[in-house]
């Protein structure tokens, strides 16, 4: 709905800053002139308290920051800095912590400009904090702000009201938790029905009722099952991270882990350009060789074994393709390049008994596709078969014969191989391609084909790349169908290079990311429906210079947690170094997350690689990586062989469970081990109930268990937070220690005082802040003097408050639209 407001260029004014050096006024900063080097705002010292704050015209949606630069880098600027924001000037809150790179390029910045809740943030003041500039203990320059946004009436006028609401829905939730847990009843009863706002979830309620209120521990561990058991925790459960856990199910030969152990220490392999390039096939065999004599020797064999000539497994190679079978949870691997020539075997790997089984050695000669790399190939799980398109050719090869695209299907039951189509662009389908994606829908026995670079015919198309758009080839009728064309206009995705495309079986959608097209880094996702042809864009930015040349990302779908997995293999010259990383992306929250990265080589964890090929069992929720280029430099033509498996794991809702039961029954024997004469009770509950709750396979829960035995002898310790409510009584009784307390106050520094009046000490005095003078109330026949009754049983105050510690642990369980807010109201009054 927001999309219909456009981002402008905001217009401000120098509000405050804390100093500036000379002419180096702080409204420099509003005109960008990168070769004066006078305009900008320089600061006269390099304290921490250094700042500048600008003020909008009126309260804004700030999107954006963009911060210029001196026509070469500059000792003064900013290394690292911090943006506040806000409607008030003296309540800011952080909106972006960073850095300015050692360069003289302008650098822009997206700010936090929503809230958790996805809520939009206007914001009047923008106040930027220097914290450390390029050169040691120099003063800091800004030579130029922008600040973009959105800053129409009606936006803003409603995101203004929404925050308001907001604040004041928070401001009772928090009112209504202090009400409840001091037990002002009648108050919480009315603020509750005045205010129409609910402090916690119906489950959340009874839970407090059953624990803090009647100290029932059995009904709330029930309670809190029966929560588990209604997905009260899965919003819990979703945000807890992954932990990877890889395990080598084949590894690379002997000669080349010999060989990559001696290249571990070499330069970084470099790979020229090319007219076409494709990661998984540089460099070409007529490219100059760095390594020699082991080196050779090394590549030989690997060649040797990339045939399935010795061991009785595939030997190394990248541009290959790997797809799982779902129902048995067989690999499929067909073709690559070992880095001396294309490849046509064909592989299964059982899963179960972790074997390799080769089921034609060259498919090109048995009625089967010819050697080949960069093509794509999907798995039909509903009539066991697969089927492969596309390939990469070198120039040589580029003669009209072999330019024709092919669709190959190999059936696994007989065991054969059978041309579907010779040339699938005669019969409404993509040209000759490769670096495309291929999905299948098995449910409609659809094959969806989407970008590549079509492979030129001639040298007009050689000087203009051409793209493969999206087409689709119904496996029943075997027709083709073009989407979207090469060239469009639509809102819908371009076709591309080094892309992902992945099937949604669930949503039924296809989602595309990322890619190259043009020579620039395309960064945007979309899915396409695939019911009704209709694409959406989830997120588009502006294409940036393409990643080095070794990028490779790879990626998978879990339809159950929707999620999609990209496993990136990063080659950086400059560096000197290779590395992996690991995201998820959530299609529910439409975030990113980073659970792994690998920049050397680990034990029990694949070597660093690009031009791999990563795949996902969705029934058994397990990755499977294969091959791929380690970048080594001696070995420029050397490829990886290995097979791994990649399990993601995170706590499970059993764990959670065991946790809060054993939370809830450590804190019941606590309260029979401080109750009196209860130690008997409480050591037969220590036994019985909460042994076994106790996992006696973790070694941190069975030393905590003994541990616990000493409460009986030491005793229990008070709880970190003391709750007091009050009643007529007790606020007397609080009103006259106040009075007698300050007429004592300020004694112990009169002697002091006189002294320095006197001149007796040079100390300065620090100045004396504004009070109020107390008095004692008038008495009362009720209430004259102290009772016992002015403070509650110790006992029964230190019980609830733990209870109340203990109902906050289990509320982190659950969503926080469910639970209590975690703030409360006494840390906002300063004594």
């Known amino acids: 709905m927001d999309d219909q407001y456009e981002s402008v260029k905001l217009c401000y004014t120098i509000h405050k800053y804390s100093s500036y050096s000379a002419n180096y006024l702080p409204e420099n900063i509003m005109k960008n002139n990168p070769s004066d080097q006078l305009s900008r705002w320089f600061t006269d010292s390099s304290t921490p308290c250094q700042y500048i704050m600008l003020k909008l015209q009126t309260p804004c949606i700030v999107e954006t920051i963009k911060f210029g630069k001196y026509i070469k880098a500059h000792v003064s600027d900013l290394k690292k800095f911090q943006i506040l924001g806000g409607t008030d000037e003296n309540h800011l809150s952080i909106l972006l912590t960073g850095g300015l790179k050692n360069d003289s390029l302008d650098e822009t910045f997206r700010l936090r400009h929503r809230t958790s809740e996805g809520l939009y943030l206007p914001v009047r003041y923008i106040k930027i904090v220097p914290l450390q500039s390029w050169g040691p203990a120099y003063n800091y320059t800004i030579w130029y702000v922008e600040l973009q946004g959105k800053n129409h009436e009606t936006l803003i006028n409603s995101a203004m009201d929404t925050i308001d609401l907001r604040k004041e829905e928070e401001a009772v939730r928090i009112l209504l938790k202090h009400l409840r847990r001091r037990r002002y009843k009648d108050a919480f009863e009315a603020l509750s029905r005045e205010s129409g706002v609910q402090l916690e979830g119906p489950v959340q309620t009874r839970l407090w009722n059953a624990l803090v209120e009647n100290g029932d521990y059995k009904l709330a561990e029930k309670i809190f099952d029966e929560a588990a058991d209604e997905g009260e925790l899965d919003w819990y459960m979703s945000w807890q991270p992954y932990t990877p856990e890889w395990r080598q199910l084949c590894g690379c030969s002997a000669a080349m882990e010999e060989q990559l152990c001696c290249d571990a220490n070499a330069a970084h392999a470099r790979t020229r350009s090319a007219d076409l390039p494709c990661a998984d096939r540089e460099p070409r065999p007529d490219a100059p060789e760095a390594g020699a004599g082991g080196a050779d020797a090394a590549e030989a064999c690997c060649a040797a074994c990339a045939g399935g000539a010795c061991c009785g497994r595939p030997g190394p190679r990248g541009g290959h393709q790997l797809v799982v079978d779902p129902n048995s949870g067989t690999l499929y691997l067909f073709g690559g390049w070992n880095g001396t020539e294309d490849l046509d075997d064909l592989w299964s790997f059982d899963t179960k008994a972790e074997r390799w089984t080769l089921l034609c050695r060259h498919s090109g000669m048995v009625n089967g596709p010819s050697p080949r790399s960069c093509h794509k190939m999907v798995f039909d799980p509903v009539h066991e078969r697969l089927y492969t398109l596309g390939r990469y050719l070198d120039n040589a090869q580029r003669i009209p014969c072999n330019m024709n695209s092919d669709l190959y299907m190999y059936d696994v039951s007989s065991g054969e191989w059978s041309l579907v189509s010779g040339d699938t662009a005669a019969e409404g389908g993509p040209r000759l391609v490769f670096d495309h994606q291929m999905c299948i829908d098995p449910d409609t026995q659809t094959i969806y084909v989407f970008g590549g670079r079509v492979l030129p015919a001639n040298t007009e198309e050689l000087a203009c790349p051409q793209y493969s758009g999206l087409y689709a080839y119904y496996i029943a009728r075997n027709t083709w169908?073009?989407?979207?064309?090469?060239?469009?206009?639509?809102?819908?995705?371009?076709?591309?290079?080094?892309?992902?495309?992945?099937?949604?079986?669930?949503?039924?959608?296809?989602?595309?990311?990322?890619?190259?097209?043009?020579?620039?880094?395309?960064?945007?996702?979309?899915?396409?429906?695939?019911?009704?042809?209709?694409?959406?864009?989830?997120?588009?930015?502006?294409?940036?210079?393409?990643?080095?040349?070794?990028?490779?990302?790879?990626?998978?779908?879990?339809p159950d947690a929707d999620e999609i997995h990209v496993l990136s293999g990063m080659s950086k010259e400059k560096d000197k170094r290779v590395y992996n990383t690991l995201w998820i992306f959530s299609l529910r929250r439409l975030t990113w997350t980073c659970v792994y990265r690998n920049e050397s080589v680990a034990p029990n964890e694949p070597r660093p690689r690009f031009a791999h090929q990563l795949v996902y069992d969705p029934v058994r929720k397990m990755h499977y990586l294969f091959g791929g280029n380690p970048g080594t430099a001696g070995s420029p033509r050397l490829r990886l062989g290995d097979l791994w498996a990649l399990r993601l794991r995170r706590a499970s809702p059993q764990r959670v469970r065991g946790r809060a039961r054993a939370a809830l029954r450590e804190a019941r024997f606590r309260e029979l081990a401080a109750a009196p004469c209860g130690a008997v009770a409480a050591l037969h509950y220590l036994r019985n109930d909460l042994c076994a709750a106790t996992d006696h396979s973790d070694p941190s829960q069975v030393a905590h268990f003994q541990k616990l035995a000493t409460i009986l002898f030491s005793g229990t310790e008070p709880p970190d937070v003391r709750a007091v409510s009050l009643n007529a009584r007790r606020e007397r009784t609080l009103m006259r220690r106040r009075a007698a307390l300050h007429r004592s106050a300020h004694c112990g520094d009169l002697a002091q005082a006189l002294a320095a009046v006197l001149g007796s000490e040079d100390t300065l005095l620090e100045p004396t802040q504004p009070f109020e003078e107390t008095s004692s109330p008038t008495p009362d026949t009720w209430d004259a003097g102290e009772h016992e009754d002015d403070d509650p049983d110790s006992a029964e105050r230190d019980t609830r408050a733990a209870r109340v510690q203990l109902y906050d642990q289990l509320c982190r369980y659950f969503r926080p639209s469910t639970a209590p807010p975690g703030a409360d109201i006494t840390d906002l009054v300063k004594m």
């Open 481 to 558: 169908e073009l989407l979207l064309a090469d060239k469009h206009d639509l809102h819908a995705p371009q076709p591309r290079v080094s892309h992902s495309m992945l099937f949604h079986p669930v949503q039924r959608r296809l989602y595309m990311f990322a890619g190259q097209r043009n020579k620039e880094q395309l960064v945007d996702l979309w899915w396409w429906e695939c019911g009704t042809n209709v694409a959406h864009a989830v997120c588009r930015a502006p294409a940036r210079a393409p990643p080095p040349q070794g990028f490779t990302q790879r990626a998978t779908l879990d």
